[in-house]
């Protein structure tokens, strides 16, 4: 029998009605297209999509699973290693991950091991979620600060394990990243709203607005529970250090996306919270949040969005579909040339870039090459809305309050493999020890933890 | 949580609310601020804590109603609870023995003041207080502030109370008396910080201002609240929100809290028009 070499595609909404809404762009697999994607799978024995896998979800049993119709089963087999489905298959880079391992690359593409896992979370969510049995409630309580993936996939585990656990969020909603960062477009909130209504389900509590350092000191954490996990997340944007970078009109994408998704600026003025981009906005960086911000720029009125990247594309950290869905929706490149100062008018806002051009040198020590400015090829273009996307680090609020933590100079938690901080009973994961990184990846800290907890706790 | 249990009219859109929030009064110290949300669809906005008792475990919040945010805080009642409430944010204020601290506090700015001249007197200070408003009636505090300063002196803009002119008039008369001043702390709209850090830049009389940007998330995550200080970019969240106000680059900061003028006024004619057609 012969595979089909290509995956089956995925309906998206049409780009120029897209940059109109927030609507989600990719509209899913139907029933059919999920059985037809998922008898592409050649069910290897020696599963080497597993092996991409952040959290070793069972993939080919889940997508025998959706084979044989047993949607139910599916759900439950992800589920086992995944609380958030909905959310990872929309986010996730499995062309990075599973997808890139799979044994159908060598003759095409790979099986859409995404799609699938988000057809079945979006079939339970339509059904309604089946909230596992919690066999023995255990006595030790555990803290976790941070609504984030790694917080949630630690403190579901846990609470699958019969542990008190108690969320603290810092923000007003929980979901962290999930919610201020990722727009609407990409993963529509009420997704995270029902995912953390899950996690909730299974008998975690989580209150907002509390600061650890701040609302409650560490210590007094530290009396009430009997182990704690940091999952703080890296919220503090990265500049660029060149003149005119507290002008308006330039943003940190941190406050561009957190107007936008989680203060619903899109909606002003029936949302109080206001966004202004003008007509011509520059998106500094080509990461997956650069994406984010220039999409978003288009849907908040923009109507020129440029992304201006120092070296070329072949180098974009973005995901190859997020760069692509950019592209279609009618943002412009402007590869190997940086901003070298912004420009201001009498009222302090922005109104011009200087820029130069780069070319790409010997590669540096992240094995890329390296970008070098041409000289005396600076150019100025005019401009309404700058948003810097260049990174995030650790916010060292936290870090800073806690006597004792090992904090690396760029302001991560040092952990082991297990997630163990230097103090004992304290844990940490995701991009408050790592920097920057991806949603699963947090999650898969936040489940090594999870287990590395238990053991500390029994 | 966050239910207003007392509120006071200070002055027609001078508002003081008595807030119960008994993790943020355990917490607070003088000086920090929190960030409320008044409604789902509110901005975050900062607002500096007036007041705190912890055995009450209460807050007190006051703030004078400008545009759509404030105007919906200043709506809630007794019995009302906020919709969302954080903090306490900020640093604390640096309380030490400075020896004589002149506090200087213009407006609303008087309320963030208050618990500042409390604590310095207590920690041994001689503490001289200006106080500054528009008018007579808009002056507040100044029974809670003289309790707590050895002297106070006052300056409204129309002379209906102490001397006619600006708080840096008496500042300025009290430095020429050849009165000792160790240190000058001065919290009130920008025009009134800026004012007071020119003049005791020439004194070289070391100041601290306490600065109220635009913010969002209050804790240092998006740089909305971003001020020049020096030749630096800080988070007024984070790193303040008081600096050395001879580094702080006023001019910056007055334009970069103008930067939704615009918006705020779109904001505040649709709320009012909402008001008036639900009150008919």
Redesign the interface.
């Known amino acids: 029998m012969s595979v089909r070499k290509t995956q089956y595609e995925m309906p998206k909404l049409d780009p120029k009605e897209r940059i109109k809404t927030f609507s989600e762009v990719a509209l899913g697999y139907d029933e059919e297209t999920a059985i037809k994607e998922a008898e592409r799978c050649l069910q290897c024995k020696d599963k080497p999509c597993v092996k991409g896998c952040p959290v070793g979800i069972d993939i080919p049993a889940f997508i025998k699973a959706i084979r044989e119709r047993r949607f139910e089963d599916a759900v439950k087999i992800i589920k086992e290693k995944n609380p958030i489905p909905a959310i990872t298959g929309r986010v996730c880079p499995q062309e990075k991950q599973c997808q890139c391992m799979c044994r159908l690359n060598k003759i095409g593409e790979p099986v859409a091991i995404g799609r699938l896992e988000r057809f079945v979370a979006d079939w339970e969510r339509r059904k309604g979620y089946k909230i596992p049995k919690i066999e023995k409630k255990k006595s030790k309580k555990v803290a976790v600060i941070g609504s984030g993936p790694a917080g949630i996939a630690v403190a579901s585990d846990l609470a699958l394990k019969g542990y008190d656990v108690t969320i603290f969020e810092?923000?007003?909603e929980p979901g962290g990243v999930l919610l201020y960062g990722i727009p609407e477009f990409r993963l529509p909130k009420e997704i995270v709203r029902q995912e953390i209504d899950y996690v909730k389900a299974l008998g975690v509590k989580i209150l907002?607005?509390?600061?650890v350092g701040?609302?409650?000191?560490f210590d007094e954490l530290r009396k009430e529970f009997d182990a704690i996990f940091i999952g703080a997340g890296a919220?503090?944007?990265r500049?660029l250090g060149i003149p005119g970078?507290?002008l308006?009109?330039v943003?940190?994408a941190?406050?561009f996306l957190?107007?936008v998704n989680l203060?619903?600026a899109y909606r002003?003025?029936?949302?109080?919270?206001?966004i202004?981009v003008g007509k011509r906005v520059v998106t500094v960086g080509a990461g997956n949040v650069a994406m984010d911000c220039a999409r978003t720029a288009l849907r908040v009125g923009a109507e020129e969005s440029f992304i201006i990247y120092r070296r070329s594309r072949k180098e974009c950290p973005a995901r190859e579909e997020e760069v692509e869905n950019a592209e279609e929706e009618g943002v412009r490149f402007m590869f190997l040339a940086n901003p070298v100062r912004f420009i201001g008018d009498e009222?302090?806002?922005v109104v011009g870039m200087e820029y130069i051009q780069m070319r790409l040198g010997e590669p540096d020590e992240s094995g890329r090459r390296r970008p070098i400015p041409i000289p005396n090829s600076n150019s100025v273009m005019q401009v309404d809305t700058v948003i810097i996307a260049i990174g995030q680090r650790p916010?060292?609020?936290i870090t800073s309050m806690i006597e004792g933590l090992e904090v690396r100079k760029d302001g991560t938690i040092v952990v082991d493999e297990k997630g163990r901080t230097s103090i004992d009973g304290v844990f940490a994961g995701g991009d408050i020890t790592t920097g920057a990184a991806t949603v699963i990846s947090a999650m898969g800290a936040g489940r090594r933890a999870a287990e590395a907890i238990e053991e500390y706790l029994s | 949580m966050c239910e207003i249990i007392d509120k006071k009219i200070l002055h027609e859109n001078l508002k003081q609310i008595v807030v119960k929030a008994p993790?943020?009064a355990k917490?607070a110290n003088p000086g920090q601020f929190v960030i409320v949300?008044a409604d789902e669809?509110?901005?975050?906005i900062p607002i500096t804590i007036a007041d705190y008792d912890r055995e009450e475990g209460t807050i007190t919040l006051i703030f004078l109603e400008i545009g759509?945010?404030t105007k919906?805080l200043g709506s809630l009642e007794v019995g009302d609870k906020l919709?969302?409430?954080?903090?306490?944010?900020g640093n604390p204020s640096k309380i030490e023995k400075f020896g004589t601290v002149v506090c200087v506090g213009g407006g609303v700015g008087v309320a963030s003041l208050y618990p500042i001249v409390r604590a310095l007197k207590r920690e041994g200070n001689r503490v001289i207080s200006i106080l500054g408003a528009r008018t007579k009636s808009l002056l507040i505090m100044e029974k809670e502030i003289s309790n707590y300063s050895d002297e106070l002196m006052i300056a409204t803009d129309d002379g209906s109370k102490g001397k006619k002119g600006f708080v840096t008039d008496v500042l300025r008369e009290l430095i020429e008396s050849g009165e000792r001043i160790d240190h000058v702390i001065a919290v009130g709209p920008i025009p009134m910080m800026k004012a007071v850090s020119e003049l005791t830049k020439k004194y070289r009389i070391k100041t601290t201002v306490s600065l109220n940007p635009i913010m969002?998330?209050g804790?240092?995550?998006?740089?909305?609240c971003?001020?020049?200080v020096g030749k630096e970019?800080k988070f007024a969240c984070?790193d303040g929100p008081e600096f050395d106000g001879h580094k702080v680059d006023f001019d910056?900061l007055m334009?970069?809290n103008?930067?939704?003028v615009?918006?705020?006024g779109?904001?505040l004619v649709?709320y009012l028009d909402t008001q008036w057609k639900g009150e008919v």
């Open positions: 810092a923000l007003h907002c607005n509390v600061i701040k609302t409650i000191t919220g503090l944007p500049w970078e507290e308006n009109g943003y940190s941190n406050e957190t107007r203060m619903r002003f003025p029936e949302y109080d919270t206001p202004r009222k302090g806002n916010n060292p609020l | 993790l943020i917490h949300m669809k509110g901005e975050r759509t945010s919906k919709y969302s409430l954080c903090g306490p944010l969002v998330c804790m240092g995550m998006c740089g909305a971003r001020v020049r970019i984070v910056n334009k970069r103008q930067r939704f615009e918006e705020e779109i904001s649709r």
